[in-house]
């Protein structure tokens, strides 16, 4: 009995190792449409995920592709900071969200005019 125990603990301790490594990979590219001003955008971003680090662009205004910053992701979560210039201005937006094998569901907090933020939704599908 105590060998069939031993067994099925072995088990179900691989198993659960294996879930585990099949966890949400955000790396790839990903799209996303979002409304500025009279028309909409579409706004690709590309990740990788390489020994423990986050790196990727996401490519919005004028098709430029901007670095992403303070990268996080863990337990499936994802954050990370897109700093834009334009007219002579920074801003930064920050992005946080839920991966899953084919979608990034959560937030985008926008900095706009006067220092004053503002949260959109977002969602996130992956292309490749």
Known sequence: ???LRNALTALVAVSISALATYAADPSGTWTWKRQFQDREMVSTMKLEMKDGQL?????GFGDRQNPISNAKFENDEISFDVVVEFNGNSFTTKYHGKVTDDAITGTIEMQGRGGQSREV?????RKS
């Open 1 to 3: 009995m105590n060998i």
């Open 55 to 59: 790196t990727g662009t996401v490519t």
């Open 121 to 125: 939704d977002w969602k996130a599908t």
